[in-house]
């Protein structure tokens, strides 16, 4: 119960920080002129503090390790990319809330997926109707929610 509480704890701060990615990386963006570069730097701010704590607690990967780790595992590298710079090009023209919400959405069912068939080498938890329940509760709020923010982007 207490790792349980732990990892949600450390889970939960994660998440604060999702939304302020974009709106810091914007503020870098007006500063430097575009979403590109400023996304370039906050990936270099990130690379150096990852590596000073790696180098710190665990030395300096072997290229043999480097070697091992299967070419697809990189594709996050990619994909956290991607998600940075969408969090800066949009996030200032959608807000912050209606991009976590699609974010959410998205997040919740492709985690989902990954559980349900035990996708990319991950444990399999299978989907129960409590958890599916879930889901749909969640979703309906994020559809309630955006219909509102629809609503007065059409007015």
Same mark, same amino acid.
């Given at each position: 119960?207490?790792?349980?509480?732990?990892?949600?704890?450390?889970?939960?701060?994660?998440?604060?920080?999702?939304? &302020?990615?974009?709106?810091?990386? =914007? $503020?870098?963006?007006?500063?430097?002129?575009?979403? @590109?570069? %400023?996304? +370039?730097? /906050?990936?270099?701010?990130?690379?150096?503090?990852?590596?000073?704590?790696?180098?710190?607690?665990?030395?300096?990967?072997?290229?043999?390790? &480097?070697?091992?780790?299967?070419? =697809? $595992?990189?594709?996050?590298?990619?994909?956290?990319? @991607?998600? %940075?710079? +969408?969090? /800066?090009?949009?996030?200032?023209?959608?807000?912050?809330?209606?991009?976590?919400?699609?974010?959410?959405?998205?997040?919740?069912?492709?985690?989902?997926?990954?559980?349900?068939?035990?996708?990319?080498?991950?444990?399999?938890?299978?989907?129960?109707?409590?958890?599916?329940?879930?889901?749909?509760?969640?979703?309906?709020?994020?559809?309630?929610?955006?219909?509102?923010?629809?609503?007065?982007?059409?007015?």
């Amino acid at each position: 119960m207490r790792s349980y509480l732990v990892l949600a704890a450390w889970s939960f701060l994660a998440g604060v920080g999702i939304p &302020l990615i974009g709106v810091l990386n =914007s $503020g870098i963006a007006r500063s430097v002129g575009n979403p @590109f570069a %400023a996304t +370039s730097i /906050t990936f270099a701010v990130a690379m150096f503090a990852a590596a000073a704590i790696t180098v710190s607690l665990y030395g300096v990967p072997t290229f043999a390790q &480097l070697r091992a780790t299967p070419v =697809s $595992g990189y594709g996050a590298g990619l994909l956290i990319g @991607f998600y %940075a710079l +969408s969090a /800066t090009v949009i996030i200032p023209r959608f807000g912050a809330a209606s991009f976590i919400a699609f974010i959410l959405i998205a997040q919740l069912l492709g985690s989902t997926l990954i559980d349900q068939f035990g996708l990319f080498g991950m444990v399999r938890r299978p989907v129960d109707a409590m958890r599916m329940a879930g889901l749909i509760i969640i979703v309906a709020g994020i559809a309630i929610m955006e219909l509102g923010n629809l609503r007065k982007a059409s007015a």
